[in-house]
């Protein structure tokens, strides 16, 4: 379930860090670990320029495990999808104001099927082109990597943008969460939590960690 307050933490594996060829088994195991949430990444390899899954794996972690799913949809047309990962099973529904779609339009029908709204934007954007939807959002996605692979180097020109969705939600009196995804691990965390970020996508610090439990168990302490 998403938290009651922006003030609790949740920690999130993404799923693009586990092995695909036992995607039960990983999500029981980020589970047994400790693991919040599960990180769901949807690429679709136009928006990014990558591929890795669909509505089917998002169904078959949603029948395979009993974890709450943030999926988030690096794809083009998230308006167009969006019906098959709402009864794929996903809780939380990120889509990128980058993307092609009315996003007003798209977050109010998130919300209308009974998911999570969430926004999402990346490094470069400038956090700006999200201010128009924060009354609309239970999470913020600020992206600390140029979406489309794990493993790479967390960016700290995203900082200032973390620190300026928290001075925002504060004057506004919103709640919305700030989430963060890319390059996060014990280094990096404290620098983003600090910024005002309390959900923690982690793919490689977790699932590569030689124990993931105490990978989560860290970033949880921080
Ligand atoms: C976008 C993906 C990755 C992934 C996390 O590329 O969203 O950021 O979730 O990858 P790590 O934690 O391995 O950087
Ligand atoms: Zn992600």
Redesign the pocket.
Known sequence: MIPRTYKDRVIAP?L??ADFGRIREETTRAIHAGADWM?L?V?DGHF?D?ISFGPAIVQAVHESNDIFLDV?L?ISRPDHFLPRFVAAGADLITVHVEADHDVANTLLRIREAGCQVGLALNPATPIESVEPYLNQIDLLLC??????????A?MPEVLPKIEQAKKWRDQLGLSYHIEV?????LKTAQAVIAAGANIL??????F?APDMAEAIRSLRNL
Not at 181 to 185: A, E, R, T
């Open positions: 993404s693009l860090a990180h990444d690429m990014v990558n988030h690096m992206m600390t990597v140029v979406p489309g692979f794990g493993g790479q967390f995804d890319g390059g996060i691990g996508v982690a793919g490689s610090s977790t590569n």
